[in-house]
């Protein structure tokens, strides 16, 4: 009896002293750059003595669960790294605390920060002075390729011959197509190989993030630059159907067989497995992909390549206080350490993309990484979906329309981006914007 | 007699009102009143999302709006092809599967149990698994396929016209076992002495079945169809594993179209009102099938 008795109280004693200590929550996607920021965030808890606890979610399902947590006005979530596009209803409807006091309080700079991803991650209405985010994680959408087989002078030499330029990184979309084309089946060590492993997925964003890199290089832009939500002869420019169609062909010419509801994990499953020449992914994932080549004669990294114009997709997050925190102090005090400098130094070591410009500009960025010259070239020509507050329902119909024509072959590339407009209307009219 | 003795003072009724009282309670709170504020919502241009801003009133708007949109009819069509072949498949070989183990063989129980296996499975992780038999590089689906007739390299998954079939595929292999038991049920309830019967009046077998068999057990069948009808028109999480409802929308269900409007585009009066829609259908449906069913019983 006595031993119970010990044993309880040793038990209410750990359980009072848990529940006093302090701790906040963050919440993120489930990927490499997570697990990275975990590591980095035990020394928050060193310094500060305040625990962390994280929520990952898995990517297909991060916004529904993320966006039901703020719509509901919930408290799991002290600190959010939200996608850039969330930004505008984070804003408008008020689940992100506006940091600009707690900046200049704390001699937090936003010129400290890449002006790219400062517009892109932090400001509402965009390019503004109003903040709603630190940059946190600046992402672009670049692709890998197959170094090892581009190396090979028996292959680089059948290329050359039909297309009268060496294998390498491609100078353009129709250089990509040419090299990727060349793959698509192609025996390789006995194996079958194919061409390119790009952005098909329909479910949440994947196909629209893809096709977008192919429709920003070909010079696409949203809206009329002079008259907002003016977008008939703008998104559906010839340059952009020409763009869709180009990603059709990618698609139909280049993509290993299955490839159609693919994104992230499956673009990085058919490359590490050797079944294509080229992916198609985020930055993100090269850290991941890179450590397992450590003498680099496997992979190599280009950012988007140029078309009619150099540009490229817009990924990353900036981290958020949501307003519905009980520990808003926490959280602040966690943004505050985060923004530090070295603590943003450490973040780039151990593969989280920094954005700060004492990271960026440093003498040894470029050459620190193979792929971190083409993050720095990627960073320069970013564009992004709409940050709207209605992001989701602009999506959606891009998806749709995008995926039956891509992979389904439905249709025309014009007739697609028309009733993507069709509906962005209405969602600009429901919205009041029209 | 205790139970007598614990509830004396109270009526008949007051001890019944006891007992079906928290049901009834739940049955209010779950699906009447989030049923009766759909509607409500269905006349508005309410958007959950919205925080801040008023509901509107806007009458038939929404109503009008889901009826002319020509997804919304196509989605229906989806949603219509992939019942109609799922239930007669099902049907069909859950029924032809019933007789087959209504029959005494050795390990008839072994059979029966793993006949049974897919429809125990969660419907999510069929829909995962389901992905991979279809790859069209190392999945056993076309493997086996291929091994039957050489198609070449086909994508169940990815091709709009095979889509379709791939949904309805995993749907029959899924349930077919239930509509089997409940027929399986219906075939050990018709009495022997009607076959020995049929027997002394020299009906052949084929006789049996028709004149027998099938109206013995076509009650069953068709009540097994009915479950399996309200779950189809409001099938969800397989497909949606599956394919997203892609490739475009070919495989987009209904109920993949409402939960993206109601909680992905989050405009709850109109999707409320495509909501009260599907629900008048499936009622309505649900009804006359019913009576159908009913009637036949009654023969």
């Known amino acids: 009896m006595k031993k119970i008795m010990i044993l309880l109280f040793v038990s209410l004693f750990t359980f009072s002293a848990n529940s006093n200590a302090k701790s906040i929550t963050l919440g993120w996607a489930a990927w490499d750059p997570a697990n990275a920021l975990q590591e980095l965030t035990k020394e928050f808890t060193a310094e500060t003595g305040i625990d962390v606890n994280f929520e990952f979610v898995p990517w297909p399902n991060f916004a529904d669960r993320m966006l039901n947590e703020l719509n509901n006005k919930g408290k799991t979530f002290d600190l959010l790294i939200g996608d850039s596009q969330w930004i505008g209803a ?121 096709v977008t890199a192919a429709m920003y290089a070909w010079g696409m832009e949203y809206e009329n630059p002079n008259k907002p939500y003016d977008m008939e002869g703008f998104f559906n420019s010839p340059q952009a159907v020409e763009a869709v169609e180009f990603y059709r062909k990618l698609y139909e010419d280049c993509a290993p067989p299955g490839h159609s509801d693919a994104y992230m994990v499956a673009n990085l499953d058919a490359y590490k497995s050797g079944q294509v020449a080229f992916q198609m992914n985020w930055y993100a994932f090269w850290p991941g992909v890179s450590k397992e080549d450590s003498d680099g004669r496997v992979s190599g990294f280009f950012a988007n390549p140029k078309q009619n114009v150099a540009a490229a997709t817009l990924g990353g997050q900036g981290i958020s206080v949501v307003k519905y925190s009980d520990k808003q102090d926490l959280a602040l005090e966690y943004i505050k350490w985060f923004a530090r400098p070295d603590v943003q130094q450490k973040w780039w070591d151990l593969g989280g993309y920094s954005c700060h410009n004492d990271v960026l500009n440093s003498p040894s960025f470029p050459t620190s990484t193979v792929y971190a010259q083409g993050f720095l070239d990627s960073m320069g020509i970013v564009k992004d979906f709409w940050q709207e507050p209605t992001f989701v329902e602009l999506m959606l119909p891009m998806q749709e329309a995008i995926h039956d024509y891509v992979v389904n072959g439905k249709g025309t590339a014009k007739g697609a981006l028309d009733k993507i407009i069709e509906e962005w209307v209405e969602v600009f009219e429901a919205d009041g914007k029209l | 007699m205790s139970v007598k003795k614990k509830f004396k003072g109270l009526s008949d009724k007051a001890v019944a009102w006891l007992f079906i ?273 009913n009637k036949i019983k009654e023969r």
């Open chain 1, 90 to 210: 984070g804003a408008v409807y008020g689940h992100y605390v506006k940091l600009n006091d707690f900046f200049d309080k704390e001699g937090i700079s936003m010129n400290d920060f890449s002006p790219a991803t400062v517009y892109a991650y932090s400001t509402w209405p965009k390019g503004s002075e109003n903040y709603y985010a630190l940059p946190a994680m600046g992402d672009a959408l670049a692709w890998a390729y197959r170094k090892d087989w581009f190396d090979r002078p028996e292959l680089n030499s059948e290329f050359k011959k039909k297309h009268g330029y060496d294998l390498g990184v491609p100078a353009n979309w129709n250089q990509l197509h040419d090299m990727c084309s060349f793959f698509q089946g192609r025996e390789i060590d006995g194996q079958k190989r194919y061409g390119a492993a790009i952005n098909t997925e329909r479910g949440s964003e994947g196909i629209t993030m893809g």
């Open chain 2, 21 to 293: 009282g928290p049901s009834v309670f739940l049955l209010l709170a779950i699906n009447i009143y989030p049923l009766i504020y759909a509607i409500r919502m269905s006349f508005t241009n309410f958007y959950a999302n919205k925080i801040g801003r008023e509901p509107q009133f806007v009458g038939l708007k929404n109503y009008i709006k889901v009826l002319n949109k020509e997804a919304i009819w196509e989605k229906m069509q989806v949603t219509a092809n992939f019942m109609f072949w799922t239930l007669l498949l099902q049907a069909v070989i859950g029924l032809g599967l019933a007789l087959l183990l209504n029959r005494k063989f050795k390990g008839n129980e072994l059979l029966t149990t793993l006949i049974v296996l897919p429809m125990m499975l969660s419907p999510a992780v069929v829909g995962v698994f389901w992905t991979y038999l279809y790859n069209p590089q190392v999945g056993l689906f076309n493997y086996v396929v291929n091994f039957f007739h050489d198609f070449g390299s086909f994508d169940m998954i990815g091709s709009s016209v095979l889509a379709p079939w791939s949904i309805v595929i995993v749907d029959t292999w899924m349930w077919t076992p239930f509509t089997m038991l409940i027929c399986l049920a219906g075939l050990r309830s018709v009495p022997n002495y009607l076959y020995e019967a049929a027997e002394v009046d020299r009906a052949s077998k084929w006789q049996q079945f028709i004149y027998i068999t099938l109206p013995s057990v076509l009650p069953f069948l068709l009540l097994a169809l009915l479950f399996r009808g309200i779950e189809n028109f409001k099938m969800f999480d397989m497909v949606v594993e599956l394919t997203s409802g892609g490739p475009g929308s070919a495989t987009e269900l209904a109920s993949i179209n409402l939960k993206r409007e109601a909680f992905e585009k989050w405009k709850t009066g109109y999707s409320s009102a495509f909501a009260v829609i599907l629900f008048v259908t499936i009622f309505g449906f649900g009804n006359v099938y019913v009576k159908v069913m």
